[in-house]
């Protein structure tokens, strides 16, 4: 009786597996930030982002959850409780919050700079997160953004 109630619920998990939809990792990129209340250890920013959504299907967000890396430090992490939709292959905009430590990051980069005897041209940044969904038998899709940004 065991077996035959594991490969009922087996069977019922790979069926629900396959009918599961296969969503795109959406794109997220920053409009703008701009500096919302500050000092020498902390920094409350406020970015505006847009997501663009390569499905064919709408985004029903719920939140999205972030982490920057600059130079394999972390610089801030931002959260939006705010729901929006982001349209079938389309783009929506939003504001989030984003707390940063601009200048331990800026200490860390530079005492690694001057360990390594020059300051590097260039800068390595990593967003890794997840997008919340409102709807949907999938109720996260995570992502990650990787690029590098010219110092001089």
Request: glycine content about 10%; hydrophobic content about 40%; aromatic content about 6%.
């Amino acid at each position: 009786m065991k077996s035959w109630v594991l490969g009922g619920v087996a069977a019922t998990l790979a069926a629900c597996t396959a009918f599961a939809p296969k969503l795109e990792t959406p794109k997220l990129s920053i409009v703008n930030v701009e500096l919302v209340k500050g000092d020498l250890f902390e920094q409350r920013l406020r970015a505006r982002i847009k997501v663009e959504n390569p499905n064919d299907r709408e985004l029903a967000v719920k939140g999205i959850t972030y982490t920057i890396e600059v130079g394999g430090e972390e610089f801030g992490r931002g959260i939006s409780g705010s729901s929006f939709t982001v349209p079938r292959l389309g783009e929506a905009e939003f504001d989030m919050n984003v707390t940063a430590n601009m200048a331990g990051t800026l200490m860390r980069l530079a005492t690694r700079a001057r360990e390594a005897g020059s300051a590097p041209d260039a800068i390595d940044y990593r967003i890794v997160g997840k997008v919340s969904l409102a709807t949907g038998m999938l109720r996260s899709i995570p992502f990650e953004e990787r690029g590098r940004f010219k110092l001089r």
